[in-house]
């Protein structure tokens, strides 16, 4: 039977980290190219960490080229997981293990993120939620964020998992258009760096303060599409 997708993002969605990851990417810019900032003025939230890249590059006249990235990766992946060893630098947020247990058997559910999935695993460790997710589609997976739906799809296809309707759950803007472009519900929490407002405007199907206070919400919407 197929079941409903249910796609999380990590940043302002599963957890916090207090900026560890600009901290972490301005680091590995640094130490590499010798750009300091690197990322001031650079739209962080929403965007895959290889846009990023490119979009600070640009900042400094140059053109990024993919060749340069296993190097500032592993420079990045290095800063953020020394900034997450502080554990008051990690804030898990409320409600999640309820909602996932509230919807196995009614939907699979996986990751959507920006992140590169090495950087993720290391946000996710730290928030306690290593393994919790099985599987994900990554900055690896689509360059851009409108990229990813379809890329799930096809991830979920290859583990032969049978999927009916999708839908995204982040904390920005991005991520509603990242779920239009792929046919995708969305639902959006205001626990990211996004004014209710502005959340609101990119005209989600449904918008909650947190997982806490819209599980039940957003169970009837991921249950109610199980079966359509
Ligand atoms: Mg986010």
Redesign the pocket.
């Known amino acids: 039977m197929a079941l409903p997708l249910v796609l999380f993002?990590?940043?302002?969605?599963l957890l916090r980290t207090r900026g560890a990851g600009r901290v972490a990417l301005d680091e590995a810019f640094a130490e590499l190219h010798g750009w300091p900032d690197a990322t001031e003025g650079v739209h962080i939230?929403?965007a895959t960490d290889d846009v990023i890249c490119q979009d600070v590059a640009a900042r400094f006249g140059v053109k990024w080229a993919p060749v340069q990235t296993p190097a500032l990766q592993a420079r990045y992946l290095s800063a953020l997981a020394r900034l997450l060893t502080d554990p008051s630098r990690t804030e898990r947020l409320p409600g999640i293990f309820e909602l996932l247990d509230a919807l196995a058997g009614h939907a699979h559910v996986a990751l959507l993120?920006?992140n590169w999935s090495p950087g993720a695993a290391v946000k996710l460790a730290a928030a306690g939620l290593g393994g919790t997710f099985s599987w994900g589609v990554y900055s690896e997976d689509a360059l851009d964020r409108d990229g990813l739906v379809p890329a799930a799809r096809a991830r979920a296809a290859a583990l032969g998992l049978s999927v009916g309707e999708v839908v995204v759950i982040?904390?920005?803007a991005?991520?509603v258009r990242c779920a239009r472009a792929g046919g995708a519900r969305v639902v959006v929490v205001e626990t990211?760096f996004a004014t209710p407002e502005v959340l609101a405007a990119a005209g989600p199907d449904l918008q909650v303060p947190d997982f806490a206070a819209g599980h039940g919400w957003i169970l009837a919407l991921v249950r109610g599409l199980a079966g359509a």
């Open positions: 993002d990590i940043d302002g969605t939230a929403g993120t920006g982040g904390d920005t991005a991520d990211g």
